[in-house]
């Protein structure tokens, strides 16, 4: 069965990087792109972007533009996202989910456990 | 970006209830409207994609409809499971934008 495992909490400081990575299985890891999804605290989902596992091509979302690094090792089959000069606004929960592309659309079918992110100083 | 919103923020029901949630974008989306499910401390779930085509599982009091700006999703007879907050998400143009959220509380 398809699992996306994310790694757990972390807290940093602001002006720190957060490194959050997604553990996939139980299908080809190549055939399907990864998107991350962003939750504040009490707030809605925000897409931050997507990655193409096949050769790392991203599409970003124009808010975290030049602050976020989406990356794969297709050995391991685990999708990784890098945040850099946190602030506090970035305390959130950060998701990972799978782009089920049927040939006429696209829908986020598996989603990871999500992982808190926590900024203070 | 096009912009998604949800229409009520919060609705109020009781088991057995039919209710409908409302989501507009700010200009057409064709059919790519995704609606999900989240509880509490959970990831969301995915209930249905191209604005009525339900996902294997999800029980069919569960319905979408709608195409271009407007889009609808209608739960015909509320279950206690059903108490949650929805989001829909056009997946037409970059960034896939979501909905602020519609929560579903118990009345």
């Known amino acids: 069965q398809v699992q996306l495992v994310q790694s757990g909490a972390e807290v940093k400081k602001p002006g720190a990087s957060v490194k959050v990575s997604c553990k996939t299985s139980g299908y080809t890891f190549t055939n399907y792109w990864m998107h991350w999804i962003h939750q504040a605290p009490g707030q809605g989902l925000e897409w931050m972007g997507m990655i193409n596992p096949t050769n790392g091509g991203t599409i970003y979302a124009q808010k975290f533009q030049g602050r976020v690094a989406m990356t794969r090792d297709t050995s391991t089959s685990t999708l990784y996202m890098e945040l850099s000069s946190l602030r506090s606004e970035d305390t959130a929960v950060y998701y990972c989910a799978r782009d089920h592309y049927s040939g006429s659309g696209t829908y986020l079918d598996y989603w990871g456990q999500g992982t808190l992110v926590t900024v203070s100083s | 970006d096009i912009q998604m919103t949800q229409s009520p923020s919060t609705v109020f029901a009781s088991v057995g209830d039919r209710v409908t949630i409302t989501c507009r974008a700010s200009q057409s989306v064709n059919l790519w409207v995704t609606w999900y499910q989240q509880k509490p401390g959970k990831a969301p779930k995915f209930l249905m994609w191209k604005a009525s085509s339900l996902d294997s599982g999800v029980p069919s009091r569960f319905s979408g409809s709608g195409s271009g700006t407007e889009f609808t999703l209608t739960i015909s007879s509320l279950q206690p499971d059903d108490f949650a907050t929805y989001y829909c998400?056009?997946?037409?143009?970059?960034?896939?934008?979501f909905g602020q959220g519609t929560k579903l509380e118990i009345k």
């Open positions: 998400q056009q997946c037409h143009s970059y960034p896939y934008t």
